[in-house]
């Protein structure tokens, strides 16, 4: 059930007005919200919701033992079960058939692949409910009150599929406050999600189905001009598609009375390859930062160490994005990118804007 579709439209218009009529009972609109967002995780990616929930679960429960226990030895055996559940179903429903072809392929074995469907949007909220966790193990935060609660921030429609990927300490907070929407948020969140969906639905979809698609299809029948301009045009597609999807889940939190982080900043624009990471998929770039690069030891430990964890960084950044060796590569270009234009900082002059620093 996508944000464009009219299915969609019809369900959020009446979903909306019962959220406003109970803005002011908060336990009520709490449970409403948590009950539509399960309901639309539903209809995205089937049974697969109890999977939402089992996380979940899981990681309130973790979490609360993390924050109530005084012995560092427990706290961290809580946090790496909490990242061995997490991390083993990603990987299990992510990259188990990926992993079988290519053991296959290495040693000419004849293992069959697994018939896995993968669930809808489990790499974003895999990555939202283990800051969470890491947050309250590194104490910059607090448990929240209930597990209604908590299933609120993991489950929140507007980014549950698709992102922008929502951290606990900026989140969490929201949800206790009074539920406030001036005219100026309310303006804002319509041209979010109008802008989004010109984006996503005019541009992007035009743009792929009437030219991207077709040169891709078959790039010997055409020029090298027009493959050239496919290439182009595919790079407006992604961002118009990627960057309209994450407009309108802002724009739609934002009717709500919450606020997301954005999640573009004009990346075309960027002058370097750090820029442009601190401008695409900005809820991305941070999380990695935060959760990954700075827990390896981010630019402490030398500069060969950092040179490490930035191409370790982006590699398993690509990673993340699928299960395929074109993504692997992908990070691959971009963490050795990285790495060049760290190198050369201190030899030429370069713009002074980094996503990938502690």
């Given at each position: 059930m996508l944000f464009n579709s009219g299915l969609f439209l019809g369900l959020f218009i009446v979903f909306y007005f019962i959220y406003i009529l109970s803005r002011k009972t908060h336990y009520f609109r709490i449970a409403y919200v948590v009950l539509f967002s399960l309901f639309?995780?539903?209809?995205?990616?089937?049974?697969?919701?109890?999977?939402?929930?089992?996380?979940?679960?899981?990681?309130?429960?973790?979490?609360?033992?993390?924050?109530?226990?005084?012995?560092?030895?427990?706290?961290?055996?809580?946090?790496?079960?909490?990242?061995?559940?997490?991390?083993?179903?990603?990987?299990?429903?992510?990259?188990?058939?990926?992993?079988?072809?290519?053991?296959?392929?290495?040693?000419?074995?004849?293992?069959?692949?697994?018939?896995?469907?993968?669930?809808?949007?489990?790499s974003f909220y895999t990555f939202q409910t283990l800051s969470y966790t890491i947050d309250i193990y590194r104490k910059e935060l607090e448990p929240t009150k209930s597990f209604v609660d908590f299933l609120f921030f993991v489950s929140f429609f507007p980014q549950l599929v698709a992102g922008p990927i929502v951290r606990a300490s900026d989140f969490i907070p929201q949800m206790y406050q009074k539920l406030n929407l001036t005219k100026e948020d309310f303006n804002k969140a319509l041209f979010l999600i109008i802008g989004g969906l010109i984006k996503k639905a005019v541009i992007s979809d035009y743009i792929s189905s009437n030219?991207?698609?077709?040169?891709?299809?078959?790039?010997?029948?055409?020029?090298?001009?027009?493959?050239?301009?496919?290439?182009?045009g595919y790079a407006i597609q992604i961002y118009c598609d990627f960057s309209g999807y994450s407009d309108m889940a802002i724009g739609l939190a934002l009717l709500m009375g919450f606020t997301l982080p954005p999640n573009f900043s004009t990346p075309y624009q960027s002058a370097s390859i750090t820029e442009f990471w601190r401008r695409w998929h900005i809820s991305l770039s941070t999380w990695l930062r935060d959760y990954l690069y700075i827990s390896m030891g981010g630019n402490r430990k030398g500069r060969i160490r950092t040179y490490f964890n930035l191409f370790m960084t982006m590699l398993l950044g690509g990673l993340w994005h699928g299960a395929n060796w074109k993504f692997v590569f992908w990070g691959v270009l971009h963490g050795l990118a990285l790495v060049v234009e760290r190198f050369f900082q201190t030899r030429i002059k370069l713009p002074k804007t980094s996503s990938l620093k502690q």
């Open positions: 639309f995780y539903y209809k995205s990616s089937g049974v697969y919701f109890w999977l939402l929930i089992f996380s979940s679960v899981v990681d309130f429960s973790l979490s609360r033992l993390i924050y109530e226990e005084t012995q560092q030895f427990y706290r961290k055996f809580y946090l790496i079960v909490s990242l061995i559940v997490n991390l083993g179903l990603l990987v299990y429903f992510k990259y188990t058939n990926f992993f079988i072809e290519n053991f296959n392929i290495v040693v000419d074995g004849h293992i069959a692949l697994e018939n896995i469907i993968l669930p809808v949007g489990i030219f991207v698609d077709r040169v891709f299809d078959a790039p010997n029948s055409y020029s090298a001009f027009e493959n050239l301009m496919a290439s182009y």
